[in-house]
């Protein structure tokens, strides 16, 4: 079955580290995308990617970074400078970048830092 | 432009009740407009997909919309336990800007056995 899979499902962090979330989907999208959920604050975009080797910062993009080497693959580095990292991620993607087709998405990561 | 606002709840309703979730919207050029499903520790997907204005129905589903007042519904009739979940509304015009759809904060709905 064609889909969007997200691993780890849970994850912890201490303090001062780097750690990435994998994003990987086999349903041939052109995008993806990387939200963040917070109880009461909805979904906020982190950083999205039209195409291979070209991604956008979104609203909330200090203290992340991604990579987009592969069309199936779009992971998220959640880095040192991010100082509330805890939270649900949520990956998804599109199939030409046109939002009116709607997003797949991911089952999302929870990462805490501890 | 980035205006889709959704009353956050919680909405709580007995079993078999009809259930009315809402968003209001700001900008005109939205023309498509969906529904997502979210269930607790998952990701949201997709429930209902509504171009324009007007109606649709889907098993005990309807999403209404009506542009004339920017106002987006989800309906849900014979309300059972297993939609408890939070319930996420989009819009988008066509095409999308940067392909972005705009979200509401979501409704949580508990229905009570």
């Known amino acids: 079955d064609g889909g969007i899979t997200q691993s780890p499902k849970y994850l912890f962090r201490k303090e001062g580290q780097n750690v990435t979330l994998s994003c990987e989907q086999n349903l041939n999208h052109d995008a993806m995308y990387w939200y963040r959920q917070d109880p009461g604050q909805g979904l906020r975009l982190i950083y999205y990617s039209q195409i291979v080797n070209d991604f956008q910062k979104g609203d909330i993009a200090e203290g992340y970074s991604v990579s987009r080497e592969k069309k199936e693959s779009f992971p998220l580095t959640v880095t040192s400078a991010q100082k509330n990292p805890t939270a649900f991620y949520l990956c998804a993607s599109n199939p030409q970048g046109l939002s009116n087709y709607g997003y797949t998405f991911g089952s999302g990561t929870r990462l805490t830092v501890v | ?113």
């Not at chain 2, 309807?62 to 989800?74: E, P, R």
């Open chain 2, 1 to 113: 432009q980035k205006e889709v606002e959704q009353d956050p709840g919680p909405l709580s309703v007995p079993e078999g009740a009809i259930v009315s979730l809402n968003c209001t919207y700001s900008n005109s050029a939205f023309q498509y407009f969906m529904w997502y499903r979210q269930y607790s520790r998952k990701g949201p997907e997709l429930l209902m997909y509504t171009y324009s204005s007007g109606n649709k129905e889907d098993g005990r589903f309807t999403a209404q919309v009506d542009k004339s007042s920017k106002y987006i519904s989800l309906f849900i009739r014979d309300s059972q336990p297993s939609d408890s979940a939070t319930y996420l509304c989009a819009a988008s015009w066509y095409g999308g800007s940067q392909g972005n759809l705009i979200f509401g904060k979501g409704t949580k709905l508990s229905v009570k056995p």
